[in-house]
C-alpha cells in the first residue's frame, strides 16, 4: 500500500509520536508512506526514522483551502491508496482534500472527547473503550479501538537517566519526580498546576524535587509558580529545563513519573511508577487495582475538583515512603505494555484496519460533508476571537492563582483521600 499519514501537528506531542512511531512500523512491514504535516520539531524525528516527509502550507483555518489541495495533488502525484489523519481538523483537511479523488481516509482520534466535527461516514480509531463506544453511537462508519502504542524497543528499563539527573543538580539523596507534558492551558494546566502544589506541600517532610519537562504558551506562569515555590523552601523544588524532543533519560531519570496519555505509557514502559493525572483534580496510581480503570478510559480522568492537590500529594507520599512498592510497580507496569500496548501489536492492528477500508471505503454523505465544514469554520473563527483570546487568559491566570493562593497546609496530607 501506498500511504499518506497527517499528525495534528508536529510539535512535541504524544499524539503526533504516536502517528510517527506507527507510520514507521508500517514502512518496516513493507509499505510506502509519506508524512505530511506544518514543519516543526519533530520534522528530525521523522527523519531519524526513515521517513518521507512532505511540507504542508501554514494557513490556520480548518478546513485549510492550501493544504485541501496540497492533499488531492499528493494523493494524485503519489498514487496514494489511503489517508491516515490525526485528530479532526487534519481529518477535516484530508477529506475533502480524498474526497476530490476519492481516495479512502482513516481518522485515528486520541483526545478525550468525541468531536462532531468528523463526518459520520470517516472510519475511526480510538483511544479508549469509552470513547470507541460513544464515536459507535454517532459515527456511520466503522469505529475501533486501539490504545496509544509504545515502542517498547527504544522505551525500556535499560535506559540511563543519570546524566539527566546531573544535567539538572539532583544529587543521590534527593527524591526525583519528573512530569514530561506540554505546557498548555487546555487538558495539561489543571494537572500541572496540582503537580507543582503537591511538590509544595512534600517539600516541607521529604528531599523531593519536581521536574517539569516541557514547553508552551503557560510556561512563564507556571515558572513565576514554582519559583513562589522555591522562595519558600529556600532551595530548587521545582525546575522548568525546557523540552526534550528524546524525553527517555527524564522517565529513566526519575523515581517516580506523573503524568497522562502517552506520557504514562512511555514512562510504565521504561519501568517507573506512575501517578496518572486528568482534570478537575484527578489522580489514581497505576496498579493493579486500577488496571481495569485505565483500560476503560484511558490514561486519564475527571473527578469532582475538590482537593487535588492534597490527593496527588496523599499518593506521592505514600510510593515515596514504600520504595519496594514503587519498584514492584515499575515491574507491573512494564509487563502491561510490553503485552498491551507495544508497537508491533499496534502496527499489525492497524495494517488489518487498512486493508479493510482500502477493500470496501464507505461511501460519502454530501449532508456530513456540508455539517462539518460548517462547525470546523465556527470553530476556527471562535477560536481566532479576540474575545475568546481573552478569555482564555483570563482562565489561565485564575487558574494558577485560584488553585494554591493559599497553598493547602502540609497537615492536610494527614487526611487526604
Known amino acids: 500500500m501506498r500511504l499518506l499519514v497527517y499528525p495534528h501537528d508536529l510539535a512535541i506531542g504524544g499524539s503526533q509520536i504516536n ?3 506507527l507510520a514507521a512500523g508500517v514502512a518496516a512491514a513493507g509499505h510506502d508512506v509519506i508524512v505530511y504535516g506544518v514543519p516543526g520539531p519533530l520534522v528530525s524525528y521523522i527523519e531519524e526514522r526513515g521517513l518521507k516527509f512532505v511540507p ?3 494557513l490556520r483555518y480548518r478546513p485549510a483551502p492550501s493544504r485541501i489541495a496540497q492533499i488531492a495533488a499528493i494523493a494524485l502525484r503519489e498514487r496514494i491508496d489511503l489517508i491516515h489523519a490525526y485528530e479532526w481538523p487534519p481529518c477535516l483537511d484530508a477529506y475533502f482534500g480524498a474526497g476530490l479523488l476519492g481516495v479512502p481516509l482513516v481518522c485515528t482520534v486520541l483526545s478525550m472527547d468525541v468531536m462532531p466535527h468528523v463526518p459520520a461516514s470517516v472510519p475511526l480509531i480510538m483511544g479508549t473503550a469509552q470513547l470507541g463506544r460513544e464515536a459507535g453511537r454517532i459515527q456511520h462508519g466503522s469505529v475501533w479501538v486501539m490504545e496509544p502504542p509504545v515502542d517498547t524497543e527504544r522505551d525500556n528499563p535499560a535506559i540511563d537517566g543519570s546524566g539527566f539527573r546531573e544535567m539538572n543538580g539532583v544529587s543521590d539523596n534527593e527524591l526525583l519526580v519528573v512530569t514530561v507534558s506540554r505546557l498548555a492551558l487546555d487538558l495539561k494546566l489543571d494537572a500541572l498546576v496540582r503537580a507543582i502544589d503537591a511538590a ?7 528531599p523531593l524535587k519536581l521536574i517539569l519537562v516541557g514547553d508552551g504558551a503557560s510556561r512563564e506562569a507556571l515558572t513565576a509558580r514554582a519559583h513562589a515555590v522555591n522562595l519558600r523552601h529556600g532551595r530548587k523544588v521545582i525546575a522548568l529545563p525546557g523540552s526534550e524532543r528524546d524525553p527517555r533519560a527524564a522517565y529513566a531519570a526519575a523515581d517516580l513519573v506523573i503524568g497522562m496519555g502517552s506520557s504514562a505509557l512511555r514512562a510504565l514502559a521504561i519501568g517507573r511508577p506512575v ?5 478537575q483534580g484527578f489522580s489514581e496510581i497505576f496498579e493493579p487495582a486500577t488496571l481495569p480503570l485505565f483500560l476503560e478510559q ?3 480522568g475527571v473527578a469532582e475538583g475538590s482537593a487535588g492537590a492534597a490527593r496527588l500529594a496523599s499518593q506521592i507520599e505514600g510510593l515515596l515512603r514504600d520504595r519496594e512498592r514503587m519498584e514492584e510497580l515499575g515491574h507491573f507496569g512494564r509487563q502491561v505494555v510490553a503485552e498491551r500496548f507495544s508497537l508491533k501489536r499496534a502496527v499489525d492492528l492497524q495494517l488489518e484496519i487498512y486493508r479493510n477500508i482500502v477493500v470496501a471505503p464507505p461511501w460519502r454523505r ?4 456540508l455539517r462539518s465544514a460548517r462547525l470546523a469554520l465556527t470553530v476556527e473563527a471562535s477560536n481566532h476571537h479576540p474575545l475568546r483570546k481573552r478569555r482564555k487568559k483570563h482562565q489561565e491566570q485564575e487558574l494558577l492563582t485560584a488553585a494554591g493562593s493559599g497553598f493547602w497546609p502540609p497537615s492536610s496530607l494527614t487526611n487526604a483521600g
Do not use: M
Request: aromatic share 12%; glycine share 8%; hydrophobic share 50%.
Open 275 to 279: 501517578v496518572v493525572q486528568g482534570e
Open 366 to 369: 454530501l449532508a456530513d460533508s
Open 298 to 300: 484511558g490514561f486519564y
Open 200 to 206: 509544595d506541600l512534600l517539600a516541607e517532610h521529604f
Open 56 to 58: 504542508a502550507s501554514p
Open 19 to 21: 502517528a510517527i512511531d
